[in-house]
């Protein structure tokens, strides 16, 4: 499943490759890749054909081109789209790779992939876009982008109705830390569900949460309310750490099917400190990293540099006076 660096690649090349781009054609190949749009495949491709795509934004782990007008410059003869008037796109179309959903720029001379869901043509005749996805947990809809409260006025700080709640993640400029620490301290929860919540802290998964604490030598069981301000900016610093460094590295990748936008794997994983690590030594102290169930996956960690907390006594241990 990709994780949130992953997801940062894959807007940077949709940046790179189909931002500016007028769509000419839109296929929708399977109807449950944009079963979220309600109105229908048919209403998908209305809305997107003949739109540019004027910008690409993310929001954890989502997605979304921002469709500006229809009129193409070049043909007068087209009508103009009302909702354009100058003051950035109105609706936007978003997308979620979840499981193992792929967004590929391909060339349209290129056979279709396997488990191809969505394709995109542009007028200007260059490489498709093309959303393949074997499991179909991700897919695609055209939202309309709202200012969610508190965000930042103008286009910018605009984002898909559907995903207004999400909260913002450790690599965004606008993330506030201070008030992720406040509110993270105010739950009554353990530490690494916390990380795991996306209406307070967004994108980080379980690998990434793993990492963050471990380098922030904290167990993901100790409880939220117990942790001071420098531990949970320490933890929160981690995240971003984590996710910067895997960035650089093109993000992780434990899925054979998830590649990024040119198709290319990540290579992450070599750098991995404690997950998926059982019984290596820990790269600090040496002590083998343990394993723990953990939400039906799994939890790893450094026993001595994570001590796990102590279970909370409701009674005097008898055996200490
Ligand atoms: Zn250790």
């Excluded at 904290?218 to 900016?233: E, F, I, M, S, Y």
């Amino acid at each position: 499943m990709p994780e949130l660096p992953e997801v940062e690649v894959v807007r940077r090349g949709l940046a790179e490759h189909v931002v500016g781009r007028r769509v000419s054609a839109v296929e929708v190949l399977h109807p449950r890749a944009v079963r979220r749009h309600l109105a229908g495949p048919v209403d998908v491709i209305g809305r997107l054909t003949g739109r540019t795509l004027t910008a690409v934004g993310r929001r954890g782990k989502y997605l979304w081109l921002e469709l500006g007008s229809d009129t193409d410059p070049a043909d007068p003869t087209e009508p103009r789209d009302p909702a354009d008037s100058g003051e950035g796109s109105a609706d936007a179309l978003l997308a979620h790779l979840g499981m193992s959903g792929q967004l590929l720029v391909s060339d349209p001379a290129a056979p279709p992939q396997k488990h191809l869901r969505v394709l995109l043509s542009f007028a200007d005749g260059g490489p498709q876009l093309r959303f393949v996805d074997q499991r179909t947990f991700g897919g695609m809809s055209v939202e309309t982008l709202v200012s969610p409260a508190g965000g930042t006025a103008g286009a910018a700080g605009r984002v898909p109705e559907p995903i207004a709640h999400i909260a913002r993640d450790p690599m965004d400029p606008d993330f506030d830390a201070d008030a992720v620490v406040s509110a993270l301290r105010s739950r009554h929860t353990e530490l690494k569900r916390a990380l795991l919540d996306q209406s307070l802290v967004s994108g980080i998964g379980n690998i990434y949460a793993d990492e963050a604490l471990w380098r922030a030598r904290l167990h993901g069981r100790r409880p939220t309310n117990t942790l001071t301000r420098k531990a949970g900016h320490a933890v929160l610093a981690s995240a971003a750490e984590v996710m910067a460094e895997a960035l650089d590295q093109g993000g992780t990748s434990f899925d054979a099917l998830y590649v990024n936008v040119n198709g290319n794997s990540g290579y992450f994983e070599r750098s991995l400190n404690v997950y998926g690590q059982e019984d290596r030594p820990c790269r600090r102290c040496g002590t083998a990293i343990r394993r723990e169930p953990f939400m039906n996956r799994s939890s790893y960690f450094c026993p001595r540099c994570q001590p796990p907390p102590r279970p909370a006594r409701t009674a005097r241990d008898p055996d200490r006076s």
